[in-house]
């Protein structure tokens, strides 16, 4: 149902001249911008580093927790509830969101930066270090990642799904420990801080995604990297999104997400198929093994000693990364979980989420691997002299019939930011509407407006060259973000001990506050697999 209601002014125009008041000096100006910057994260995760490693581990355990506990049974919605989508469609959907373009712009290159530049003080180019180049592209992308985008997804679902309040915001979520203070100056400076998050969150998708696809059109059509190439590129890629998200959850976001999923499991499966399967099998084996003894090991490992850079420049960057992520996925995930358990949602991030990415690392990175360490093309040296893009059109080329890959890898590529994009754009009009309950979407106008808001605003940005300083300064907001997904963290909780107390069992718990005395009616019906 689309909410007929108009937008909150209070977060919608600040969070406009927020942003563009930060990302217009730096796109001007980008290397001074630059400058600042780097200056910013060399600061955050040199100073911060340990905190933000402790944050991912914590976010772990907290979900395994949370799932295992008391509370995994606890149902995301009305006591008459049911999943508006399929499970398969509901995980493709928080998939995409999550992850997007990026995981396919680096599961071939990422373990021959660990080949080149091994963690633990191993020896370049050995093979101790592709080992562990193998595990350690599977740690980056899989069950820290997932519960971090988790955290704030279940204090937001039980805001809005259970407590019926009318605001998909973090703000809202957090009403459990702020109390009236999330309705006033805080709550909308959360929610501007969210937004400007979201903004160079999508500033990342994009500045991976362009010189990608343009180097493969420039392959398919000898085409030159230009200006008007990238355009041409940002323009199909607004209309693809823009007409996703003007259908909504189950008539565009769904559908592009269902398609994006099949065809990313259709090339997994021929890259496993056409290349060495027993060697990607077996260094996927292998990683899993160095994954489970090391687990702790690594998620703490900051080379305080030797102080290589390695955990700076990969680890930190990373949980950084989704933590900037973290508030868009969060509400998404929310807004598509009505009528789950918790139990249901943990197991959907830490377990299902994580395998997808597990899979892409496993075999595209394996195939990657097995390539450098064959020599079947001087992998390490095409993607020092020529960058990502190339590196990742090189290894394509290897498969047979590459002449059909490189176009529908291209497809893949042009689904999963549209899947990204219309997810953001869809969540950035959700934060600034007015009363907006779980069962209603933002004004088609909203959401249209964001959409082409995102499309003009990289347009801008590609312009001017700013890139890659908005998505460094997302990444810098991550430090005080953190202190927010702690506090939903909470929140939460205390919900749930108002709601529950000690009375849960093994049945699916449900609390019902559509009553007209808005007092909580505690009921349990027959758990549901």
Known sequence: MESTKGIDKGVFWPS????????????????AGKGVVDWLFAFCTKQFGWLFLLFGLGSVLFLIWLGAGKYGNVKLGAPDDEPEFSKLSWIGMM??????IAIVNWAFVEPIYYISGPPLGLPKGSDAAREWAGMYSQFHWSITPWAIYALPSFAIAYCVHVRKKNFLRLSAASEGVLGDAANGWLGKLIDVIVVFALIGGVGTSLGLAVPLVTTFFGSMFGLEDSFLVKLII????????????????NKGIKILSDINVGLAFILLVYVLLVGPTVWILSLWSNSFGLFLDNFFRISLWMDPIVKGGFPEGWTVFYWAWW?????????????????????????????????????????????????????AIDIKAILSESGIPATVLACLKTMPMSGLVVPVFTILCFIFLAT??????????????????????????????????????????????????????????????????????????RWLKEDFGESLDSQVQTVDYTQSDMQPALAAEEFKN
Not at 16 to 31: C, G, M, Q, R, Y
Not at 236 to 246: G, H, K, P
Not at 358 to 363: D, G, N, P, T, W
Not at 466 to 471: E, N, S
């Open 323 to 375: 933590i900037a992520y973290a508030p868009m996925v969060g509400l998404f995930v929310a807004r598509i979980s009505k009528g789950r358990t918790i139990r249901e949602l943990v197991v959907a991030q830490l377990v299902w989420a994580s395998l997808g990415c597990i899979l892409f690392m496993s075999i595209w990175g394996g195939y990657a691997v097995h390539i450098e360490a064959t020599n």
């Open 420 to 493: 990204t994009l219309d997810s953001a754009a869809y969540t950035l009009a959700s934060i600034t509407s007015k009363d907006l309950s779980g069962n209603e979407e933002p004004a088609k106008w909203n959401r249209i407006f964001w959409a082409l808001l995102l499309a003009f605003f990289s347009i801008g940005l590609l312009l001017v060259g700013g890139l890659k300083v908005v998505q460094l300064s997302s990444i810098v907001v991550a430090l005080p973000l953190m202190p927010v997904l702690i506090l939903l963290c909470f929140s939460l909780l």
């Open 234 to 249: 940002l323009t199909i890629w607004t209309a693809i999104f823009s007409l996703s998200v003007y259908r909504g959850l």
């Open 95 to 100: 998939f995409c969101a999550g992850i997007g």
């Open 16 to 31: 406009i001249i927020f942003a563009f008041a930060l990302s217009i000096p730096l796109a001007v100006f980008p290397e």
